[in-house]
């Protein structure tokens, strides 16, 4: 494509209802979206950062400043270029993945917007629709949790995760267990979690879960190998894996049984896919994960979530389960617990200019 410039904006999307992990919790999510300017059209991303660094080390205004004053301008530099040599532009640049991520994207989706080609086809898509997995945040009280998820196996969503954190999780977990049988379950820590939970973690192994994600730091890679030989409940990493060279040094050191595939934390769709083929490689079973997306983002996980390598149930549920109201025309639905594959050039969505215009509270434009 031939970039023109960028816009950015940060919007605040209100949340149906307040989602709580062992971090915080939030109502409203802050998120950049991302809008390349080319001379065939426009191409749509979204930087999935937070508003704090509670998550990762980057937030919103982390990826606001290297996005507008290195990122952008190192792409404008280039004029054209095709998607795949976005990373080789942004190499230079250390870290920032997810601000990266989000560039990426609306490149990419100009580029195949202009080629009449869909992002499932680009990366490789194998079915057209994919299973839809919740991720359930911490609630009142293991009766509210038991609620909310019967609440989301009467949508029919066909994977349970629930977030736990110290002093929330073998008693949530065994409620919720207890409460609805046999479906398939899985918790995420979000690095609540040291070796000196140990016992904590291996009481898990009596619910029979899929997994347990991300129970300790980010850079703990060696102790999760340790843990690993501890439980029996197999261990999937999320936060740690930031990039392919991660993943491939968490495999092999025996950190992780399972990885969660997020485009935004590896530094973008190409990466998420190396990491993919690397998993299928190894034998690994790997799932698509989520940041609260809106409808351009969930339609760029769909797509991914729809390769060969993705076994398990992934986070890319419907947009109602986080907002009343999406920024796309076509926001990703519940049909019989799967979500479909979006068809149409690119993302394959296309964005409510009017909704979008409300709900943003920032806004810039880099011109080549
Ligand atoms: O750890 O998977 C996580 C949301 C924000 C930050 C981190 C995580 C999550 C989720 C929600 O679990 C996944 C989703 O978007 O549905
Ligand atoms: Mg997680």
């Excluded at 917007?113 to 499932?120: F, I």
């Excluded at 949508?155 to 736990?164: M, Q």
């Excluded at 973008?268 to 690397?278: C, N, P």
């Amino acid at each position: 494509v031939s970039l023109d410039g960028f816009e950015l904006r940060v919007l605040h999307l209100p949340l149906v209802s307040p989602f709580t992990t062992s971090f915080g919790t939030e109502t409203v999510r802050e998120v950049i979206v991302v809008r390349a300017l080319t001379a065939d059209g426009d191409g749509w991303g979204e930087i999935v950062t937070g508003a704090a660094p509670l998550y990762s080390s980057e937030y919103t205004q982390s990826a606001w400043d290297v996005a507008t004053r290195f990122l952008a301008p190192a792409l404008l530099g280039r004029g054209r270029l095709a998607p795949h040599e976005v990373p080789s532009v942004f190499a230079p640049f250390i870290g920032h993945r997810m601000a990266k991520a989000g560039l990426e994207l609306a490149v990419v989706d100009a580029a195949l917007r202009a080629d009449g080609r869909s992002m499932g086809d680009y990366l490789g898509a194998a079915v057209d629709r994919v299973p839809s997995g919740v991720s359930v945040g911490v609630q009142r009280d293991p009766a509210a949790l038991v609620d909310a998820v019967g609440g989301y196996l009467a949508e029919g969503y066909l994977r349970i995760k629930i977030k736990i954190k110290p002093g929330r999780d073998v008693a949530d977990t065994a409620a919720v267990r207890e409460a609805f049988g046999e479906v398939p379950l899985q918790v995420d820590a979000n690095s609540a979690y040291t070796l000196a939970d140990i016992d904590t973690l291996a009481a898990l192994d009596a619910f029979d879960l899929l997994l347990i994600e991300q129970p300790l730091q980010e850079d703990d890679l060696v102790d999760h190998a340790v843990l690993a030989e501890r439980v029996d409940t197999p261990i999937c990493l999320d936060e740690s894996i930031v990039s392919a060279k991660a993943a491939g040094d968490a495999l092999a050191l025996a950190a992780a049984s399972v990885i969660n595939i997020k485009a935004g934390r590896v530094g973008g769709y190409l990466e998420a896919v190396r990491i993919h083929d690397l998993c299928v490689a190894a034998g690994v079973p790997v799932w698509c994960g989520g940041m609260l997306e809106t409808g351009i983002g969930r339609a760029a996980n769909a797509a991914l979530a729809a390769l060969p390598g993705f076994t398990l149930p992934g986070d890319v549920s419907a947009a109602s389960r986080f907002y009343h109201r999406d920024i796309v025309t076509e926001p990703a639905v519940l049909e019989d617990g799967h979500v479909r594959v979006p068809t149409g050039p690119g993302l394959g969505v296309d964005i409510d200019r009017a909704f979008l215009d409300e709900v943003t509270v920032e806004r810039v434009e880099i011109r080549r």
